[in-house]
């Protein structure tokens, strides 16, 4: 695997193939500046196109819903949301030896929370629960539901037992894998949520919110919005927020103890499937996962 990737199927992507997909299917744009974006994500590769576009460019195959996904939804939730989210322009086809649609956005200006030293976070959380209340409030007609055979975003944990599982396994080496066992057997006896599916986006972590002066301004990076459990969205207190700002965002979406545990299961399961992915290929993501599973264990104890 080539130092700059992710993945082992990942797809060769540089400026050189971006700039021949804009020739071809967007010769207006061809002769705008082009630039590479140094970001953690591992899902796009991403351009800075001129001053106020980003050209997104899927690396892995289970990416390539993304753009038609934000494409039919984003446009009807954006108005019902206190954040700015991704406002794509237009879809490219595969071309130029690229197999798969990729997209144009603008530009959403901010610093990622990913450093947040500077930012207010008690702010943060009652900033990022009045968007979560936003999104959930949304209408629900039609929109996708989470992908329970896969243990999506949005279903119940158990559909992820054999996965996470799995992957502690795996980390017996990177953590201590009997606590986290623990944790997640704890997670998988909560009860089951029972209302109605809401919108959630599924991966509310550092790398996909967007500060400027220190309050959040723009969440990012809806791959996995669907209908769903909203405990999902509650990774953020595990991930992002300690303290008072936890608290604060707990209060701020008035969880009851049932989805707290869910939320603390989520966390925990995205973080150990995450760690012994990426522990030799994203230093963010495996610090990152490392951050939430000493979070979820600090409050088991």
């Known amino acids: 695997m080539g130092a700059d990737k ?3 199927d990942e797809a060769d992507i540089d400026a050189q193939l971006v700039h021949r997909l804009l020739s071809a299917q967007f010769p207006s744009f061809a002769h705008l500046p082009l630039a590479p974006v140094t970001t953690s994500g591992t899902d796009h590769a991403l351009f800075r196109l001129g001053a106020n576009m980003v050209v997104r460019m899927p690396r892995i195959h289970w990416a390539i819903e993304q753009a038609e996904l934000e494409r039919h939804w984003l446009p009807p939730l954006a108005p019902h949301l206190p954040l700015a989210v991704p406002q794509q322009l237009v879809l490219g086809k595969p071309g130029e030896g690229y197999p798969w649609p990729w997209a144009i956005y603008r530009w959403l200006e901010g610093e990622s929370a990913i450093d947040n030293s500077a930012a207010d976070t008690v702010q943060t959380a009652i900033d990022l629960a009045q968007f979560i209340h936003a999104l959930q409030a949304a209408d629900p007609t039609g929109g996708p539901t989470a992908d329970v055979a896969s243990g999506g975003r949005g279903a119940p944990l158990a559909a992820r037992d054999v996965d996470t599982r799995d992957a502690i396994a795996r980390s017996r080496d990177l953590i201590g894998s009997d606590a986290v066992t623990l944790a997640w057997e704890a997670a998988l006896i909560a009860p089951v949520y029972g209302g109605p599916p809401v919108w959630i986006h599924g991966d509310l972590e550092p790398g996909n919110l967007l500060l400027r002066d220190g309050r959040l301004s723009a969440v990012s990076d809806f791959c996995c919005l669907c209908l769903g459990d909203p405990a999902v969205d509650l990774i953020p207190a595990w991930s992002i927020f300690t303290g008072e700002a936890r608290a604060t965002f707990r209060s701020g979406l008035d969880v009851d103890d049932a989805a707290w545990a869910r939320g603390k299961g ?14 030799n290929t994203n230093p963010f993501m495996a610090a990152n996962a490392r951050r939430k599973l000493a979070a979820v264990l600090a409050e088991q104890r």
């Open 6 to 8: 992710m993945h082992a």
């Open 266 to 279: 989520w966390a925990l399961s995205t973080a150990i499937i995450a760690l012994p992915y990426y522990v």
